[in-house]
């Protein structure tokens, strides 16, 4: 298994959900970087659950201690160790999934694979691993702050439910203000509502995240199989319950013709635009200066408690699954901080990659 | 730069539209498989524009060398390389886009990043390249069909038309018997209208092109950040043009709920499946036995005759475009090559990472 | 900076000589293998300083604890995290160091690439650091022991005192019946000796420490790039202190003739060895079935408490240093738990990445 | 198998001896640098065999061409490929290798881990491969010499016959005097009359050759397991027929005390130097800005015409071989140019990893 991301700025994740401990090593982060416990722990407390109506109840504390990489408050060139002690370890009995593969989740995979399947609140295979992305995204981000780059993720929908767009000093004044971290306050409310709606009758609800990347330079990524737009797919991809991705128009460019959607340059004192954004602020794989906008398709949880059929890989026949215990009925508004945190991890990479951030010294 | 992709089967291309040639090497492919110029060369020949009403009349031969990588008709284990030399390498005069980048091309992203660009015929940043691709995809495509696996791309919705769906037989048949390369034949002929159509408008029109791999075993791909969707949307959003991938529903998750969409595992004869594919045959990272099945977002080839705004570079001022030269309007019919190559790489190489195939010998 | 090694079976090493704690991340160990504390701890017990008249009375407790990676006793092929947490972070003052670099010790790369240092007990650059190295190494030992893999370091040499080869059978014996882990009994009170003289008189001295492995199949290592002998030299030269690596016969084979070394096979029951085995088990690099013999040249230690010349890079002057602390005098016999464990690692890593252990799982 | 090497300057090599063609992919060279096929040529007229007294008659054209990477004269960013064509593939009989491995050559590893041998003059196992390390090379050091970096490996000793240390200025003028590129001239008459005298007894002789890099400035390579030296010997030892790596006074740190070695720091007028240079410009993993000096022992080219014992692979019985033929009775002359570009692939590397080289453009 490999569980590292990043050629410059290497994220190592390790941990499962009820396993001693989670976190995450950040190799590769130039020195001279102030960075605190409080820069990491403002971005987990975004992620942690039991904050909300519509998140699931369970306490997780997700209080994290780094080990290693900072000497008098700034980073020192050395790997960054953050690691989560679990509190409690073994609150429930899970022993009913230890055979039986919950309808699109990971543990069929993970039990076929490996043979010794941590089936614990879903082991390494649970969305709490995504807590080493966080880790790793709080980093990153202040890393891009140096360089006026900032990153937010916003819902966009819930089942059917649409925001209106809004401009991104609204965006990121408006996800602050509602459980659902979307930025259209009016379908925020109605998106509380259906998510509370779908919990209520034991199932879940799928829906869409945006992330907007703003004061990204021209030249980020490298054409033909290092493309920005190939490595910000694969990362978002990678994140648990995602089915899609686009860049700008996305899947829309399939109903236009060239001359609709072509982003025309335009350049006004010395400073050059395109008119449109059509392309989501990357072209030929690299950024041309606009702001980087991305989709993903978050699909409803799969853990639900409504009965499903299942199999039972030891006695080798069907079974029916229950799935009880406290299960976010839509992940979307949590699944927002990860998706920031990977765009920065990625960018972060890039931005050491393509010479705009010295590689071992922030001084330089 | 980096032009590689794939960690133990691994493809490098190089070259550039209108250099002296262009190719790649595949290293890391097993000994052993029988391999000969004609298995690479019947693919190249599916991409080869000027074959038909709906691509460019440019004609390029594409004649593939094998120079290294083959013993008495059969891989070795070392660099396969195949390399296809330009016949007319100064046909045209580029010198207009020497300055002067078309809207949405990489140009203006190739000119600011590494200062010296062959702006002829697109340089490195052309469709051309996708030879490589290629190349290395039907290699990987006959190291998987030793596995039984076997993988096809066809055209699912041009513009405003969309294509019913079809079995996989079906598609396999049909999307030889049209140069749109759709397997829904009604839906094929209004296809080749519209692109004859548009281009009669010096425009173009974009498209999406689904990708369906079956045979593939439960177990590929690494949980977290090596996950083989994550792998599969990276290589496809690598693909010019493409601004969207999804696997299974795709986008469509967002509309359900987790009750609707969920796959129920069934096992019958010890053989185990799921009722539906919602998920395109991967979840948790990892392929559980089901096909796999993508979709990317084309969009209309952005060099169109209709004048555009750009900017003069070094004069740094406004400055009118317009693009002669024979285009496709629309290149998705080409592009279902590319995709099918592309994820028979990925495929390929997970094989062989995750110990389906030998890494050195197939007769190991 | 890149804190990792290995392609299948990786290890990340993280912290500072002070800091708050040192570990290491295993990534890509297959599940199933049976893993305690007590497996990797007895290896780091075997690095501890302060348990013999030659070694540092310095003491360090390096009790390790596993946050990851194993369930039921086995491991699960998810990440193993290994940690270690220093009790007493500040013993001393170590600000003399602050601007000031040793001679022949890393501080002054550290101090002009980094720009901020940990100068604390060399912080990442001090020899602590290989308490990674050996976790990596002690579950790479494990993994190997599968397969009857078997890795033994000894001394050869310690300044002009060389002791005499021994069989394997012997020096897996003799190495745990004295301090200097020489298999030469005779020699190895001869070097105690030396060794102490060194230390009274403020100075320190110089080795060679060899390595044996037995049990390796023929066929490990890639020709060309990702040769075995280069990926050991590589792990082995990366050991501080380290200044030369050899295989086999070594520079030795400088004052021969093809005829009087080259290594004559011979078959005998189907069973393929060489007559002589000069090639130190590796040709074309590839393991030929042969003990993997090699040897690493060992710098005295260069933190001595002698009066040496220095300078201080703040003031851009000259400046004496006098290094006070209780130093190695020789850290040949330390070294060689770090070589057992280097080498295990490179081993572990190409079983896995040639074929004869499965990535994935040890029952597959 | 794998045939790169580096991780930002990455060279891909392919080919075999009696194959099509040979060569090397460089991706990741910044563009921007003036390079022609003539830079590339007189580096490889320098490899090339049949050229004088101690070379093996062997003709070899070695003409390259450079098929892409290269615009109006300057690189623009993407991949350099050169190659060169075999004149006369299949001059010769080869079939008595085909079972038979011979001594101390590659040949059993290659026939038992890939089943599909060329073993047609070696094959990929043969050191013509080299071709591709001094395309790399040569290109590497165009690179370094725009920072004003200049690398010259040279013969100290042949069998017996160790030459003087000589001047940097001296070697630079010297190894070009005479056929064994040995820079004190009386030794190498001596070298020159020992290696016909081998040649002439059907036997062959081993030798040492230095490497010396000047004007690197401090800080290049990244502590623990990216050392420089670590890379150093990697790719040194990857070099076919040498068994020993070491950097600056090498095994001889074996023989001494700290007190003894040491490299004392000095300033004057604000630069850093060391009084001596034991640590050979590399200490702690990193450059220290004195010159880099690395030392390769070379066996006795394995191929020799006298009588060896052997086996048959396919009878799986014990056999004779007799190699006739004409093969280079010492190859130290000639590792020179592939310890030099070699060298310079590493250290331009680490001149892009650590920020000295733009990674892009020159001119930025």
């Known amino acids: 298994m490999s569980n590292s991301i990043g050629e410059k700025f290497k994220v190592t994740s390790f941990g499962a959900s009820h396993g001693k401990a989670l976190g995450a090593i950040v190799d590769g982060c130039p020195a001279n970087l102030e960075l605190s416990q409080e820069d990491i722990q403002k971005e987990l407390d975004k992620r942690k659950p039991g904050t909300s109506s519509v998140t ?24 960054i160790t953050g690691v989560i002690f679990n509190k409690n370890q073994h609150s429930k009995d899970y022993s009913m999934f230890k055979n039986t593969p919950r309808p699109s989740h990971g543990d069929f995979g993970w039990m076929s694979k490996y043979g010794n399947y941590d089936y614990n609140g879903g082991g ?17 981000k202040k890393l891009l702050k140096t360089q006026d780059i900032e990153i937010i993720s916003h819902v966009t929908q819930i089942g059917n439910i649409k925001a209106e767009p809004q401009e991104f000093s609204i965006i990121r004044e408006n996800v602050e203000k509602n459980p659902v971290r979307c930025a259209d306050l009016k379908a925020a409310s109605e998106m509380e509502k259906l998510i509370i709606d779908k919990k209520s009758e034991g199932d879940s609800v799928g829906g869409i995240v945006e992330t907007i990347a703003v004061g990204i330079p021209a030249g980020l990524g490298e054409p033909v199989f290092e493309r920005l737009d190939g490595d910000l797919a694969r990362i978002l991809m990678n994140i648990g319950a995602v089915k899609g991705v686009e860049i700008g128009l996305g899947f829309d460019v399939a109903n236009h013709t060239g001359s609709e959607i072509n982003d025309e340059y335009h350049i006004e004192n010395d400073k050059i635009t395109t008119k449109t954004n059509n392309s989501g602020g990357i072209i ?3 950024s041309n200066g606009m702001p980087i906008i991305s989709r993903i398709a978050v699909k409803p ?3 639900i408690s409504k009965c499903q059929n299942s199999i039972n890989l030891e ?4 079974e029916k699954i229950e799935i009880k215990g406290r299960h976010d009925p839509c992940i979307c ?14 960018l972060a990479d890039h931005m050491i990659r393509s010479g705009f951030i010295h590689p071992a010294n922030l001084e330089l």
């Not at 390494?124 to 990153?140: E, M």
């Not at 006695?315 to 069907?318: A, L, S, W």
């Not at 508004?333 to 990625?346: D, G, M, N, Q, Y």
């Open 56 to 79: 699931t109840p369970r306490k997780e504390s997700d209080e994290v201690q780094i080990l290693s990489g900072i000497f008098e408050g700034k980073t020192d060139g050395t790997p």
């Open 124 to 140: 390494r295979g649970s969305g709490r691993v995504t807590v080493g992305h966080v880790i790793g995204g709080a980093i990153a």
């Open 284 to 286: 030929g794989g690299m």
């Open 301 to 303: 949880t799969p853990s």
């Open 315 to 318: 006695k080798r026949e069907n």
């Open 333 to 346: 508004p949590r699944v927002t901080i990860v998706a920031e945190s990977s765009t920065a991890i990625i």
